[in-house]
């Protein structure tokens, strides 16, 4: 569907009698400038590529841990309310 001279000339006039001709420059600056963060925008986006980082294995030594069993700990960590003694 092609858009005509004729066409442009309505459009331009409702938008003229809408806004009227003091509205209009400020509106087509706003416009203007919208179009121009749209385009730096997708200029931006497209431009940005993550950084490659090289990255190295670390070897580390095995921790062996002690299991130390108290009534005091499981008593604390248990649901049973705290005056009871834990069994």
Do not use: C, W, Y
């Amino acid at each position: 569907m092609d858009v005509g001279p004729v066409e442009l000339l309505i459009v331009l006039a409702v938008v003229l009698l809408l806004f009227g001709s003091k509205k209009l420059p400020e509106l087509a600056k706003g416009m203007g400038q919208a179009a121009k963060e749209f385009r730096s925008g997708l200029n931006d986006e497209h431009e940005a590529e993550p950084e490659r980082v090289e990255t190295k294995a670390v070897e580390t030594a095995p921790v062996e841990a002690t299991v130390v069993e108290t009534r005091a700990v499981d008593a604390a960590t248990s649901d049973a309310p705290k005056d009871v003694p834990a069994t």
